[in-house]
């Protein structure tokens, strides 16, 4: 019987899950590596991993596929781009994984394509054929999936809702060189300047944010009566909804999946974003549903895992 | 040897061409059918069919695939939906055609997406797995493909290119009851409107446009050096390079077509076009072709028979 690796790869340490074929996740570990980008220290990943499938009754050649979630773009033909955030060489890796799982198939996949992937096997999206998944995290990344497969984009750009353009005369510059990105609004970062800005538009000194992405302090303002933390909230609603409204004109999905860490305060914010989504979206899209991820963080890794047990069965 | 139709629905008449299996097109017919909501009328449109195969030596029997594209929505199931413009009875007219093509598969496109399929099968996009075609017509419309396949939405409005939000301060409402939208400026009915907004502006006469949607007198003034009309063409491109930026960051096509009556001015504004896109589009995407297309009024008939010939063989 096979099984499938799913790894979330970080610049010093990977995530990894060991799943049956049709989804069932039996064991994770967290393997510490050092540097991605030091051929020295491959061996330690399949060490990691061969202890991982090991500890569940299989053997190297029974892994039939291993998914690797990357932290940046990955194009149609499974090349991984330029990561500008961790240090990693994907080559390498992907040699070395190969050299000790003989018999798998292995797949590269953003980690916000990863997520989507990750809700249409085994998550909210279960049997959608299309839809559009939103993680809200440090930054905003996204998935687009129709006709049951993720669109990866010709240059691995598919699902970069966060650098969607929602507010024109914006003066702040993003992380992309560019102004007025919803990434500026809907991320962690994003929703804590938001609030900030209202505190001191309205002269008060609102409640004490820990750190830049600290979103769990706002959440917590609103839930107590902060009214400017209730204005940012909305705002970032308001742009957020206009941005799937763009969305819904393009690719017009069966649903919005909403994820990443600020999805925590969705109950906060859904109504404000489902009001936001129909004021400005065309008349027939007007019912799509925006519902919240059910995997959380472990979505990438089950994406990852589907992605590369495709592959091997293709 | 196996015959394909592709048919243009209009609301009194219908243009049918006869192809092979390998997207030659053999002949075309034009075909005057009265009402296509009236019952009565469907044997005259089955007559005109059978006329034209067997003028080209096929029987009846020998129609593997009959595609009709139709000026309205077309969900992922191929249910045709409210059409505004015309009075069709869809499941009357397939089922006539059902009735004596009794071989045949039969598939629903909406005529925008069709045009972008059949630049896909014959046109322009051959071989690319992935664009975005963009008709601009009297209104604004569009086709997405990606994996190969045509990205046709939940409800049918995926491509709705049109009705992607360009200027939230507009104060003209658009056909669709928001504000703001691309077909506001990117029509033929939105060139010859921002024309003579930049003529009013300007306290000008211009040239004297004979209809609400007489872009030949716009782009005949601006060849001719009128500043009002170069104007416009500039603020045209400016939005639909805008637009297509949006589009980059949600499905990243391969490339851009640009087809429908105003491309014909596509060599006035193509440079204008692609210096707006790479200013608003993120940097991984700067290099996204933006071409004219090819099968100009004929490309809907084609990408018809091309999605219904794809039903017959799957």
């Known amino acids: 019987m096979g099984c499938v690796l799913g790894i979330d790869v970080g610049g010093t340490s990977i995530k990894a899950g060991v799943f049956t074929t049709e989804g069932e996740l039996l064991d994770v570990k967290k393997i510490p590596t050092g540097d991605l980008a030091d051929p020295k220290t491959f061996a330690r990943v399949n060490d990691g991993l061969t202890e991982l499938i090991q500890s569940r009754g299989f053997a190297c050649e029974d892994v039939i596929a291993v998914g690797l979630d990357v932290p940046g773009p990955v194009d149609d033909q499974g090349k991984v781009g330029m990561l500008v955030n961790i240090s990693l060489d994907a080559d390498g890796l992907q040699d070395a994984i190969r050299s000790t799982f003989t018999n798998a198939a292995l797949a590269f996949v953003n980690d916000a394509n990863a997520a989507a992937l990750g809700e249409l096997w085994r998550g909210s999206a279960m049997g959608k054929d299309s839809f559009v998944m939103v993680t809200l995290g440090t930054g905003v990344g996204g998935g687009v999936v129709a006709g049951g497969k993720l669109v990866s984009g010709s240059v691995g750009a598919g699902g970069e809702i966060g650098h969607i353009t929602v507010c024109e005369d914006e003066e702040l ?12 609004y809907a991320s962690a970062t994003g929703i804590v ?34 009214e400017a933390a209730a204005a940012a909230i909305k705002t970032m609603s308001d742009r957020l909804g206009f941005a799937l409204a763009q969305i819904s004109s393009i690719v017009d999905p069966s649903c919005y999946l909403i994820g ?9 914010f859904c109504d404000d974003l489902h ?10 899209c007007a019912q799509t549903p925006i519902v919240a991820c059910k995997l959380g963080n472990e979505a990438g890794m089950y994406g990852v895992a589907y992605a590369a047990l495709q592959e091997a069965t293709e």
């Open 193 to 226: 300047r938001l609030y900030q800005r209202e505190c001191a538009a309205r002269g008060v000194e609102g409640a004490k944010v820990e750190h830049a992405t600290d979103t769990l302090t706002v959440f917590k303002a609103c839930r107590e009566g902060d």
């Open 275 to 284: 009001e936001a989504y129909k004021k400005y979206c065309i008349a027939p």
């Open 173 to 184: 510059v993003c992380g992309c060189g560019r102004r007025g990105c919803l990434e500026q």
């Open 260 to 268: 990443g860490g600020v999805a925590g305060g969705f109950d906060l």
